[in-house]
């Protein structure tokens, strides 16, 4: 199983971007998929996450601004980031829990996409 994650860019304070996270391979089911993001000489922190019942959680810092979304048919994970401010800036991973099969999942994280908003 592998995760691509693709969108990210540079756009100027206030702007928008979509991040996509598609997940390819060997795919029973995903019952988790989330957006971090690692800002210089910070910790990586949990971004928005979205299971497979469909709950919905954000970090206080964007909520009202970004929609974490998900297409089931094409295993891809969303995240719609808008009003942007300069401190989003950061280094975003897709990261899930996948089964291979009904017994068991793991955890995947996809390759980093950076995001630099400008003020």
């Known amino acids: 199983v592998q995760l691509q994650a693709s969108g990210g860019g540079l756009v100027r304070n206030g702007g928008s971007l979509r991040l996509s996270c598609a997940a390819s391979?060997?795919?029973?089911?995903?019952?988790?998929a989330a957006w971090y993001r690692q800002a210089p000489e910070k910790q990586r922190e949990l971004v928005a996450e979205?299971?497979?019942?469909?709950?919905?959680n954000y970090a206080d810092s964007v909520k009202g601004r970004f929609t974490i979304s998900r297409d089931i048919p094409k295993n891809t994970v969303y995240l719609q980031m808008d009003n942007l401010k300069p401190e989003d800036t950061a280094v975003y991973y897709c990261n899930a829990e996948i089964r291979r099969d009904y017994y068991s999942s793991r955890e995947y994280w996809g390759q980093g996409t950076l995001v630099t908003v400008s003020s």
């Open positions: 391979g060997n795919i029973f089911s995903v019952d988790r």
């Open positions: 979205i299971t497979k019942g469909g709950y919905l």
